[in-house]
Structure formats: structure tokens, C-alpha cells
T-cell receptor
Framework: AQKVTQAQTEISVVEKEDVTLDCVYE???????LFWYKQPPSGELVFLIR??????QNEISGRYSWNFQKSTSSFNFTITASQVVDSAVYFCALREQAGTALIFGKGTTLSVSS | KAGVTQTPRYLIKTRGQQVTLSCSPI?????VSWYQQTPGQGLQFLFEYFSETQRNKGNFPGRFSGRQFSNSRSEMNVSTLELGDSALYLC????????????FGAGSRLTVL
């Protein structure tokens, strides 16, 4: 069965610190898709990135970077030089090729103070 | 380009009542999914509709139902409300393939008293 684990429930950092959010997933499918979403206090889930199982290339987008490692079934998310506006709940999610449902982790609440 | 619109944003009901939530997807998106978010259980998949047909269903009791109209707009209904149904209900739309990104609405926050 598929499962997503975000072991870090809450993380607090001071502005300009780097922070890494961990995500470990379980699936028996060989083709699957991984996602990160951000949920600010307003409640709407905002898409950040999608990664296909056959593409292990890491990605950098501005202050955000993602490290996908199939060998350890991990898809970690790093924010460099964090800002107060990064404060939100971050969710990692998995979708298998044959499925239509997103399986979410429990989320990591990131608090960035100035 | 308009996003996913959910109505109402907030509502309060009492136990035993029923509620209907509405979701208007992004234009051109034929898939609409519903998720329940609670502090205890997190984000859980309710069901997904594609071209007016329920394509997938999560592990929820039959009190939770939904439908999709020919214009892709979707509604979900919860009958005989229980206190535990208090949650944020999120709707998401997509083109319908596994690789597609789900775009979420702002949610409908239901409080059951």
C-alpha cells in the first residue's frame, strides 16, 4: 500500500536560516508521481513541484530545491535563506500511475521568525 | 484564468442535518476530486469524478456522496451530519491524468455543532 511519511511535525527557524523538510514514501508501483504543496493560513493548497519516478534529477527554483532519491524513497525539500513568508504547512504527496488519489503526508508546519 | 472556486467558504450546521458543497473547476478541467482535512486525520481523499462519472472513492461512509455535472462543476453532499464531520473540505481540479497537477480551491470549512 502507498504511504507518505513526514516525520517532522513542526520546525521553527529564524529568518535567513536554511531548512530541509523530509519526505519518505512507500509504493509498489514502478511509475508514480511525487508532489509538494504549501498551505498558508488561508487554507488553499498551493502546488510547488511535481517529480516523476523515472526522473531523479534534482531541481532548484529560486530559494527552493528538491532532492529526489529513489534508493531511499525520499523526496526532500530545502528552503534556502528562509523568509517569514515561507511560514506555512508543507505537504508531500504521492500518486501512483494507476490511481487518481493523492496520498498526503501529515504535513510539516514551518514557522519562520524575524 | 480563474482558479477553482468553492462555495460556501464557511458554514455551521447541527448534528443530523445535511450539507451540500459546491466546486467549480478550472475551465477545461474534467476531473474534480474532493478531500477532507482534519487536525487528527490530515488530508484524506473522498472521491474523484471525471466526465460525470465517479472514478475513484476513498474510505468514507455512504453518508458522503458527490456528483459532477456536464459542465464539470461538482457537488458533494454529507447527510446526517456528525460532530466528526467538522473539517475543511477541499476540492481540486485537473485534466484527469495521473501525471497532472491538482489545483486546489480555498476550501469550505464546515463546523458541526
Amino acid at each position: 500500500a502507498q504511504k507518505v511519511t513526514q516525520a517532522q511535525t513542526e520546525i521553527s527557524v529564524v529568518e535567513k536560516e536554511d531548512v530541509t523538510l523530509d519526505c519518505v514514501y512507500e509504493t509498489r508501483d514502478t511509475t508514480y508521481y511525487l508532489f509538494w504543496y504549501k498551505q498558508p493560513p488561508s487554507g488553499e493548497l498551493v502546488f510547488l513541484i511535481r517529480r516523476n519516478s523515472f526522473d531523479e534529477q534534482n531541481e532548484i527554483s529560486g530559494r527552493y530545491s528538491w532532492n529526489f532519491q529513489k534508493s531511499t524513497s525520499s523526496f526532500n525539500f530545502t528552503i534556502t535563506a528562509s523568509q517569514v513568508v515561507d511560514s506555512a504547512v508543507y505537504f508531500c504527496a504521492l500518486r501512483e500511475q494507476a490511481g487518481t488519489a493523492l496520498i498526503f503526508g501529515k504535513g510539516t508546519t514551518l514557522s519562520v521568525s524575524s | 484564468k480563474a482558479g477553482v472556486t468553492q462555495t460556501p467558504r464557511y458554514l455551521i450546521k447541527t448534528r443530523g442535518q445535511q450539507v451540500t458543497l459546491s466546486c467549480s473547476p478550472i475551465s477545461g478541467h474534467r476531473s474534480v476530486s474532493w478531500y477532507q482535512q482534519t487536525p487528527g486525520q490530515g488530508l484524506q481523499f473522498l472521491f474523484e469524478y471525471f466526465s460525470e462519472t465517479q472514478r475513484n472513492k476513498g474510505n468514507f461512509p455512504g453518508r458522503f456522496s458527490g456528483r459532477q455535472f456536464s459542465n464539470s462543476r461538482s457537488e458533494m453532499n454529507v447527510s446526517t451530519l456528525e460532530l466528526g464531520d467538522s473539517a475543511l473540505y477541499l476540492c481540486a481540479s485537473s485534466l484527469g491524468q495521473a501525471t497532472n497537477v491538482l489545483t486546489f480551491g480555498a476550501g469550505s470549512r464546515l463546523t458541526v455543532l
